[in-house]
Nanobody, 123 residues
Framework: QVQLVESGGGLVQAGGSLRLSCAAS????????VAWFRQATGKERDFVAS????????YYTDSVKGRFTISREDAKNTVYLQMNSLKPEDTAVYYC????????????????WGQGTQVTVSS
C-alpha cells in the first residue's frame, strides 16, 4: 500500500503562486498515474490535473489550463503541482491520488489518497 503526503499549501494573495508536492512512500511512483483533485468547502471533490506514468502525458481541467502545471520527479518519488495566477476560486483542500484504474478522471477511479493540503487565495 502506498502512502501519499501532500505539502506546500498555504495562504496567498490573488495572482500569487504556490507549489504543492505529493511524496509517496511504500512503493515507487514511477509506474503510476498520479492526479490532483481539490475540494472546496461544501462542494464535491473535483479533478484538477493528472500525469501518466507512460510518457508523462498531462491532463488539466479547463479552469486551470495555462495556470497550473503538473510534473513528476520519479527519482524523488514526488509529483508537483505548480499553481500560478491563483484566484480566490482556487481555494480548496488539494489532494493527490494514485492507483488509477484507467477509466476516467474522477474520484472513484483512484484507490489511494493523501490527507490533503489547504490552499487559500485571498482577494
Amino acid at each position: 500500500q502506498v502512502q501519499l503526503v501532500e505539502s506546500g499549501g498555504g495562504l496567498v494573495q490573488a495572482g500569487g503562486s504556490l507549489r504543492l508536492s505529493c511524496a509517496a512512500s511504500g512503493r515507487t511512483f514511477s509506474t503510476s498515474t498520479v492526479a490532483w483533485f481539490r475540494q472546496a468547502t461544501g462542494k464535491e471533490r473535483d479533478f484538477v490535473a493528472s500525469i501518466t506514468w507512460i510518457g508523462a502525458i498531462t491532463y488539466y481541467t479547463d479552469s486551470v489550463k495555462g495556470r497550473f502545471t503538473i510534473s513528476r520527479e520519479d527519482a524523488k518519488n514526488t509529483v508537483y503541482l505548480q499553481m500560478n495566477s491563483l484566484k480566490p476560486e482556487d481555494t480548496a483542500v488539494y489532494y493527490c491520488a494514485t492507483d488509477y484504474d484507467g477509466s476516467w478522471w474522477y474520484v472513484g477511479a483512484f484507490g489511494s489518497w493523501g490527507q490533503g493540503t489547504q490552499v487559500t487565495v485571498s482577494s
